[in-house]
């Protein structure tokens, strides 16, 4: 069994420092290369490299098992290049020595990037990576670092903002009070960070490709979401038109009821006219109507007539609004909301029937 005993240096410092070609194979060859990178570079990394090279060589040997060593670089201006020439130095020695398996000796972990392609030559046993003590956390420090700034995503995600904070922060210092123009800074560099968080940037990429594709298909739900668009515009308008002038803390609650009254039935028929849209692509198409799209209307209708009832009783109850009368007979606050979640009711379970009569489906099949 003859094991071959790899010396990896990516980087080719080795081959640079001593000035030879590669690779260099035998003990005798390996012992004098390291006295050539060692007098030429006490500092470098390699040295240890080497030495760990000839030990793991020489503990093999005294466990009587043919070995093989040698040292393989790569070589050429870019990673690819070098990559390569690792690869035809590798392939000539399991050419000539035919070994059973190998142990990798290096000393980084840009070396470790090769493992798989020495891998995919000749099985590997073992993999013995050489760190210098007081080195460590700096060489693995340097590395991250600079793993970090060669990923394009993380630069763009993380630096891109930072990069932004840190121009505008004096802009802003300048400009307003260090209490608003910090606020203002975190709320804008919360922002992006949401921005790129929840993808909204890759559905905003994927947006006009779908909005053609729908126009192409001929779908009624393109001009039905236009119109639920415009149709919910005109209830936040409408909402905020309605808000009294009155001020003070204690207003911010009447003031969001009353928004929410005068709003929530365009909202609600935005929603309606978008659903409509739908179901009739459902309609038009071969497949039939699937039963969620026949619920949706309905639960749409119902939970705008049971918020709608909730905000009413609210008002309702601060003199807001008036109290209605049906057939000379005065609706209390409690009464109206009542109604209104027994109406919100009523159209939901009118629309489970509906959508079970019309798919063919038991009342419990739609419920679920």
């Known amino acids: 069994m003859t094991t071959l005993v790899l010396c990896v240096d990516r980087s080719n ?63 050429g201006d870019s990673l690819v290049g070098a990559d390569r020439s690792l690869s035809a130095q590798v392939d000539s020695l399991v050419e000539t020595y035919d070994p059973d398996s190998a142990v990798l000796v290096l ?15 000749v099985r590997i046993d073992s993999v013995d990576r050489v760190v210098v003590r007081q080195a460590h956390d700096i060489e693995s420090t340097y590395y991250l670092l600079k793993q970090f ?12 903002p930072l990069g ?24 804008l560099l919360g922002a992006v960070l949401l921005y790129k968080g929840l993808a909204i940037d890759q559905y905003l990429s994927e947006a006009p490709e779908r909005i053609r594709a729908a126009l192409y ?21 409408l909402g905020a038109l309605s808000l009294s002038p009155q001020m ?37 198409g071969t497949d039939g109507i699937s039963t969620p799209y026949l619920n949706l209307p309905f639960g749409v209708v119902a939970l705008g007539l049971v918020v709608r009832g909730f905000a009413g009783w609210f008002l309702q109850r601060e003199a807001v609004l008036t109290d209605p009368q049906l057939w000379g007979y005065v609706v209390t606050p409690q009464q109206r909301l009542a109604g209104f979640i027994v109406a919100g009711i009523v159209v939901s379970v009118v629309g489970v029937r509906v959508a079970a009569s019309v798919s063919g489906e038991s009342i419990d099949d739609v419920a679920q």
Do not use: H, K
């Not at 039905?224 to 005109?234: D, E, I, K, N, R």
């Open 13 to 75: 410092d080795v081959g640079r420092t001593a000035g030879i070609e590669m690779p260099v194979v035998g003990w005798e060859a390996v012992q004098s290369l390291v006295t050539d990178v060692g007098l030429a570079d006490p500092e470098d990394s390699s040295v240890n490299c080497l030495l760990e090279s000839l030990r793991v060589a020489r503990d093999l040997r005294d466990e009587r098992e043919e070995t093989v060593l040698a040292v393989v670089s790569g070589g």
């Open 107 to 121: 000393d980084s972990a840009n070396d470790e990037r090769v493992v798989p392609v020495i891998e995919s030559r």
């Open 149 to 160: 700034l060669a990923d394009e995503e993380l630069r763009t995600t993380i630096l891109v």
């Open 164 to 187: 932004a904070t840190l121009l505008l922060l004096p802009i802003l210092l300048t400009q307003f009070p260090p209490a608003v123009a910090l606020a203002g800074l975190a709320a």
């Open 217 to 237: 298909s001929g779908r009624v739900s393109v001009v039905t979401y236009a119109v639920s668009l415009g149709l919910g515009l005109v209830g936040i308008f």
């Open 248 to 284: 003070g803390p204690e207003s911010v609650v009447v003031r969001t009821m009353q928004f929410t009254y005068n709003a929530v039935p365009w909202l609600a028929l935005a929603a309606l006219t978008a659903s409509a849209g739908r179901l009739l692509d459902e309609l038009i």
